[in-house]
């Protein structure tokens, strides 16, 4: 579900940087010639060298795709413990979010940061509506009535309502007409409503975590670190409200899932601003991923999971030699955002009667060939515009102009 932010900078050490074996050439004293220890690394390493943050979206991406198939194709939803995959790797998506997106917001303008990231989600997410309302569920409405004929355009849960009620990213409705039917979600007395695209849900949440990054970015209080304390608090009231008598320990009601996202997002916002202080330690990783491990079997596992999350990922993006996976094509948002409904579409259809050594290859190889057109078609030249801002008449890149990044920043 991740939004695509990616790195500001993948190059390489310059030549001279290097020695014959490919490493750093270590510091001597002039006297004795012996080596010094250079500066500790730090979390930091992830923003000035190459890193393998594509990669890692990506296989969140996949995850979150091969567990929706899975469980719409009629299986039960694969987890460990008290926790699907899937679920966890939303939570993933949001902690590389808050450590990238962070650092996007100290280093721009708030009106170019608010513009970066409407390129980023919204054109590709307008398409993605347009394709469902125009093409999926007729496809749909075609297998369950042998025409089109019906096929509502406008009224209530018509077609273009469905583009633009949902148009601001909050989903109003998820089906068209009542459509999809004889598929496997959502489960009877679920309360989950009918879906063609159920995993659009989660992109308001990261709108909203755009919006509180941009709010403080606009008062100056984003550089001011000790203010995520206050942030953290909030945070944590809404994640113990329900253990409140009645399940309401507070007067108002807050949503878990501003706990559970808010929570992912701000422990990888704390990283990225203390990245400079923070070591890029093996110790800690193993300690981050055993708390991970034991927060499967927690029922709020958020409350465990934030840190550890955030810390694993921008570990495993400076370790993993995976640099160029995802570097230039990132298609973890169409994976993302079409893999539910073509699933949706294929069960319609009776796929899921082949197996799932059938329905899941095809699936995702079809998922993958959108993502990329989505890529290519859609996502690349919107983000292209990124520098239209500091091309308008009257101002100057040095106001704040950053390097191009090569991923779907």
């Not at 280093?107 to 409407?118: E, I």
């Not at 008062?219 to 304390?229: C, D, N, W, Y």
């Not at 859609?378 to 008449?393: D, F, G, I």
């Amino acid at each position: 579900m991740e939004s695509g932010i990616g790195p500001t900078a993948h190059a390489l050490p310059s030549p001279a940087a290097a020695s014959p074996s490919g490493s750093p050439p270590a510091a001597t004293t002039p006297s004795t010639g012996q080596a010094l220890q250079g500066p500790r690394p730090t979390l930091a390493t992830v923003f000035t060298g190459p890193n393998s943050i594509g990669a890692l979206r990506l296989w969140l991406a996949v995850t979150v795709l091969l567990s929706h198939g899975w469980a719409l194709s009629g299986h039960h939803t694969p987890a460990l413990g008290r926790h699907e995959y899937d679920e966890v790797a939303l939570n993933g998506f949001f902690a590389v979010s808050g450590f990238l997106v962070t650092r996007s917001g100290t280093r721009l303008s708030v009106p170019r940061f608010l513009w970066h990231r409407a390129l980023r989600i919204l054109p590709a997410f307008w398409v993605c509506l347009l394709l469902v309302a125009l093409v999926e569920a007729p496809l749909g409405w075609l297998h369950d009535t042998g025409s089109l004929r019906g096929y509502p355009l406008t009224g209530p849960h018509g077609a273009l309502p469905y583009v633009t009620d949902n148009a601001l990213v909050r989903m109003r409705f998820y089906d068209i007409a009542g459509t999809p039917t004889g598929t496997f979600f959502p489960l009877p007395g679920s309360g989950m409503p009918v879906a063609w695209d159920g995993s659009l849900w989660t992109l308001w949440w990261e709108v909203l975590c755009y919006l509180g990054t941009a709010a403080l970015a606009a008062v100056g209080l984003l550089r001011r670190r000790p203010v995520l304390a206050v942030g953290a608090t909030l945070l944590l009231l809404a994640a113990i409200h329900p253990l409140g008598p009645g399940g309401a320990l507070l007067p108002a009601p807050f949503s878990t899932d501003l706990a559970r996202f808010g929570l992912h997002f701000l422990a990888g916002a704390v990283l990225c601003l203390y990245a400079e202080r923070i070591p890029l330690s093996g110790r800690l990783a193993t300690a981050a991923a055993l708390v991970l491990g034991a927060s499967f079997f927690v029922t709020d596992q958020h409350l465990m999971s934030a840190l550890p999350m955030a810390y694993l990922v921008a570990w495993l993006a400076v370790r993993l030699p995976l640099h160029r996976v995802g570097s230039r094509r990132d298609l973890s948002y169409g994976l993302y955002i079409y893999g539910f409904p073509i699933q949706q579409l294929a069960t319609v259809y009776g796929l899921h009667r082949l197996g799932a050594v059938v329905y899941l290859p095809l699936t995702t190889a079809v998922t993958v060939l959108v993502a990329a057109a989505s890529w290519t078609a859609v996502e690349a030249p919107a983000l292209r515009q990124k520098n239209w801002w500091s091309r308008r008449p009257g101002r100057g890149r040095s106001l704040d102009a950053l390097p191009a990044p090569r991923t779907g920043h």
